[in-house]
Each structure stands twice: as structure tokens, then as C-alpha cells.
């Protein structure tokens, strides 16, 4: 689970946080935190902020940047991280957007915690009053002007990220004003839903991605059984034609014989005829060996 939290100074950022941080298993990333353990590391990057800072300077967007990139990638970052505090700008967004592709990850949800600044405010002066009751000192950044120029600054930073979230259909809105378990139960319902959302679509990539690989071996397979089918049918086409040969063939005696059969029956009607005109038996007999002959003729052309 990878998220931003959005939220105004007051708005209970920080116990959501750690109430996520517990349910999921995650880390609560802060940039001071970070850039405070990467300058305490003396890491490349940490020694580079080290300078910066030193010199009265803000560290650079992608030095916090580089310091996130390094920290997400530590072991108890696996299960995904809470950023609080980044981004602050669009700017920073674009850039955070490029890092998590790079490394083939993705934001989840974008949380926003909307609180009424006049209720805020309200808040922060009873508090103050409270303490100055019990004799205690106030806290300088825990009165109302420091909440009230915070407070302007975080519109004027974070209102364009809200749309900039939006637009990407991250975001996600919860009345901060709530009580805070309503607050907790809320974020949870819709982690829940976001959670329920990716795993039916990482289960439709996956029916998807198994049968695009099928696919190919089905092609072979009919592919191979339309070819298997056009050979038997050549096989069986030329079988039968030689079964048909073979019966006609059986059932009509060869040309040469029928031939010769005609042949021999033509000498002997004419030896008949031959010898009726020598045995003088008149003109009877010369019209019937004449009869003999003209037949004979005949099945001579027919054979």
C-alpha cells in the first residue's frame, strides 16, 4: 500500500499515519525525518543536504527526490509507505510520479483530510488558553498567527496538488472534522475498496495474459488438424476412384478380347455362307450367304 496524506496543519495527519502504519504494515515517511537520517548516515546524497543546509539554503526537490528514492528502497518500506509532507507542489508531484515509474511502482490513493481552518483556528486558541490557564508556556509555533500563515501556505502549495490528484482519480476526501475513530474507519473503507479494485483487475490481467499465451497453440492445434483433415480427404477421394476403377473394370471384359471374339465370329458366319454356295442349294441359298456375310460385317465394325 503506497500513499500520500493531505492535510493542513491540525488536521490529525500524524495519527492517521500511525494508525495506518499499524493496520498495513508500512512505514510513515517524513522529509525532515528522512533528510535528518540521510545527513545522520552521511550518505552521498545526505552529505550533499548536509551542505545545502549549512549554506542557509532549501534542499533542492530532487535531492528530497533522491533521499525518498534511497529510503523506499529499504526493506521495511516492502509493503509500501506513507509520504507525509511530500510532495508540496506540483512540481515535486511530477517528480515523484517519474521515481515510482522508474522502479515499476504505483500510488494507490492520495488520502486528503478536509478540516474547517475556523474550527482550526478555534482549536488552537483554546488550547493556548488552556496552557496559559495551567501556567504553562505556550508553544511558539502552537498559537494562532503561526497556524494562520501555515495555514496560507498550505493553500497556496497544495490546492493545485488536490487538483492535480484529482485529475488522476487518486484522491480521496475524508471530513477530517469527525470524530478521529470515524476518521480511521473511513480511510479504512476506502483503502479496502481501492485494495478490492486492483486485485479483481490484477485477476483479470492475469485470465487475460493466460489466454493470449494459449492462443498460439490453439492456432497450431486446428491449424495441424485442418491439414490432418485435407490429407484423408485426398486419401479417401483417391481411394475411392481406384475402387471405382477397379469395379468397372471387373464387370466389362477388355477391348482386345471383345475383338477378338467378334473377329472369330465373323470367319465362321462367312465359312457358313461359303459352304451353302457350294452345296448349290440355289438362290436360297446364295440370299442366306449373303444374309451371313452382311452380319458378320456388321459385328466386325462393332468390335
Known amino acids: 500500500m503506497r500513499l500520500i496524506l493531505l492535510g493542513p496543519p491540525g488536521s490529525g495527519k500524524g495519527t492517521q499515519a500511525q494508525r495506518l502504519v499499524q493496520r498495513y504494515g508500512i512505514v510513515q515517511l517524513s522529509t525532515g525525518e528522512m533528510l535528518r537520517a540521510a ?24 535531492i528530497v527526490v533522491g533521499i525518498i528514492s534511497d529510503r523506499i528502497d529499504e526493506p521495511d518500506a516492502v509493503n509500501g509507505f506513507i509520504l507525509d509532507g511530500f510532495p508540496r507542489t506540483v512540481r515535486q508531484a511530477e517528480e515523484l510520479d517519474e521515481l515510482l515509474k522508474q522502479k515499476r511502482m504505483t500510488l494507490d490513493a492520495v488520502v ?6 475556523s474550527a482550526l483556528l478555534a482549536r488552537v486558541e483554546n488550547r493556548a ?14 498559537t494562532p498567527e ?13 490546492e493545485p496538488l488536490i487538483h492535480y490528484y484529482a485529475d488522476q482519480r487518486k484522491l480521496m476526501t475524508v471530513d477530517g472534522m469527525m470524530p478521529i475513530e470515524e476518521v480511521t474507519g473511513e ?38 488438424a485442418k491439414t490432418a483433415g485435407k490429407a484423408t480427404g ?33 470367319r465362321k458366319a462367312g465359312l457358313t455362307a461359303s459352304l451353302a454356295a457350294r452345296s448349290g442349294t440355289g438362290k436360297s441359298a446364295r440370299k442366306s450367304a449373303k444374309k451371313a456375310a452382311k452380319k458378320a460385317t456388321k459385328k466386325r465394325a462393332k468390335a
Open 112 to 117: 486528503e483530510l478536509k478540516v474547517n481552518e
Open 39 to 62: 545527513v545522520a548516515a552521511q550518505t552521498p546524497i545526505g552529505l550533499e543536504a548536509k551542505h545545502i543546509m549549512e549554506a542557509g539554503h532549501l534542499v533542492p526537490d530532487e
Open 146 to 158: 503561526v497556524l494562520t500563515r501555515r495555514l496560507a501556505n498550505y493553500r497556496g502549495q497544495t
Open 187 to 224: 480511510i479504512q473503507r476506502i483503502l479496502s475498496a481501492i485494495g478490492a479494485a486492483g486485485a479483481k483487475k490484477e485477476t483479470k490481467g492475469e485470465r487475460k495474459a493466460a489466454r493470449a499465451k494459449s492462443a498460439p497453440a490453439k492456432k497450431h492445434r486446428t491449424g495441424a
Open 234 to 266: 485426398r486419401a479417401a477421394k483417391k481411394k475411392a476412384g481406384a475402387k471405382r476403377a477397379k469395379s468397372a473394370a471387373k464387370g466389362r471384359p477388355p477391348a482386345k478380347k471383345v475383338a477378338k471374339k467378334a473377329a472369330k465370329s465373323a
Open 129 to 142: 488558553a488552556e496552557s496559559r490557564a495551567r501556567g504553562e508556556e505556550v508553544r511558539a509555533d502552537d
